[in-house]
């Protein structure tokens, strides 16, 4: 009998190691953690559904002449919908009480920071970089715009297929500050799980919670409180800061240095990929006027008195002034606006944007974006780029209304998904464990998510969340009211026709747009900048 009893410990111990050791190598790379079974009475301890992971690798990068050493970090932080309360003994399980109302949904949010060597962080900036979607990972800024190493794209066609190249990146922000490019939930190494799960994390107001969160735990968990601290988003990244800025201060007492926002979209009402399903606002039509002009000069479609114009930056000066007074009078006169008048601004549109008369007059004066990017070049069964109009590519239904693709974005993702999955697991050592321990883990560039997507927002001292798509100038308006000394840069680049490039669209909010160290104003002035035409972002 003490024999027989030696037997089963034996085997009992084996089986706990066992199940040890799979949770450790789950866990190891940051996939979902392998619960114990619950006790038979169900009041053991719940389990999380992941958790926090990190690897540690050393490198360098020479910016402008100077080498600079880093230490790069690849892993996740696990997050929780806002009011989840970390004391509920429930603790996020599925198995969660009846009368629990704690969240069960976690998130684990990959991440890779970079920190420069031999410094003292409360000395050294640290700046948070995110793409934008949403739905999108942040590998556009990571590899083609901020990270010490970028890959090579052609400039303004179709990208060789593979093998691509990386490069040591002279563009990388890391001589002035320490960088942590951050994937929303869902996408690139991370994962949702959880009842309920898209619901808690795939909404505006969820996913600015979730990077709220996300920031004040590294923060934490760095020892970064007392550094100098920056938001760099992109897109509707720019969205995302704009809430994220007000309520790290409202909420988390956590005052940022500064907020970049790259091409920006704030106030959806002025987005010029719908507009026609809010036919009471002309405003976007006004604002993306300039943008369809830079795109028409680009691909040479401008004939006025049978020449192309010679000088863009003066060109576009008279495209604004006209898109702010005589096409913004046009479009409020609605019906009552002249045969007359009609016919003169359809032939200034058709100057300033190549489109036919006869196309321009058939829409009312108002083509939004996607039937501009159709019809520039459909002579030549071509569409131009929505998130960068210089590419271009070919149409899949030459008589659609809008492309069912954006070029630009077809000319280079696949260059970035095969350099960032090698960088991940050859340098970063990230990324080849899986959650089933089998050596593989699927880095998703996004998730499409945007059918499904809640634009509901509550903007700062609203009683209830607004219906409708977001505005979020009310947050970022309470951002520089709370922290008087906010700094915020706004940065636009001329050929990207999704978000507007004119002086009226910077005009919708109020910026301050300075910023003391290059990273954010290498060309030396203190307006907007362009980009330089190698930073491709989503």
Known sequence: MPRYRALLGAVAFAAICSAGLATARAADEGGPTVPPPADKA??????????????SSDGSVT????????????????????DWDDADPANGSDT??????????????????????????????????????????????????????RVITADDTHTDAAPYRLVNNDDSLLDATDLVFIDAPGTGFGRIEGRDKEKAFYGTDPDADAFTSFIAQFLARH??????????????????????????????????NGVMLLSQILDYDNSIDGPQYNPSVDQPYILALPSFAATAFYHHKLAQGGNQPGDLRHFLDEVEHFALNDYTHALQQGTAISDAERDRIAGRLHDYT?????????????????????TLLGPQAMITGRLDSRFSGFAMDPLAERPDYDPQSAAMSSAYIAAFNGYARDVLHYGDGGPNGDGYMEYKQIVHIIRDWSFTHQPPNAMYPVRGVPNVLPDLAA??????????????ATSISVRHTSRASRRCATCRSR????????????????????????
């Not at 910016?63 to 806002?82: F, M, N, S």
């Not at 003292?120 to 700046?127: C, G, L, M, V």
């Not at 809430?243 to 201060?249: D, G, H, S, T, Y």
């Not at 951002?479 to 636009?492: D, T």
Request: net charge positive; glycine share 10%.
């Open 515 to 538: 910023m003391a160290w290059r990273a954010t104003s290498r060309s030396g002035s203190t307006s907007p900048v362009t980009w330089c035409t190698r930073t491709r972002t989503r």
């Open 63 to 82: 910016v402008r002449g100077q080498k600079i050493d880093y230490q790069a970090i690849a892993g996740t932080l696990v997050v929780h919908p806002k």
């Open 479 to 492: 951002a520089m009211k709370y922290n008087p000394k906010l700094k915020v840069q706004l940065n636009q």
């Open 223 to 256: 020892g970064r409180f007392n550094s100098p601290k920056y938001l760099f988003g992109e897109s509707y990244g720019t969205t995302r800061s704009a809430i994220v800025a007000n309520r790290l201060q409202d909420e988390r007492g956590i005052d940022l």
């Open 42 to 55: 169900g009041t053991g301890p719940k389990q999380p559904h992941f958790t926090a992971q990190q690897k």
């Open 354 to 374: 190549g489109l036919p008369v006869d196309y321009i007059e058939k829409a009312d004066l108002r083509v939004n974006g996607g039937e501009f990017e159709q």
């Open 96 to 149: 969660a009480k009846p009368d629990s109302k704690n969240p069960t949904a976690e998130a684990s949010m990959f991440y890779v920071a970079y920190f420069k060597k031999g410094v003292r962080p409360e000395n050294r900036p640290i700046t948070f970089v995110y793409n934008g979607g949403p739905g999108s990972s942040t590998v556009w800024l990571h590899m083609g715009a901020f990270g010490p190493r």
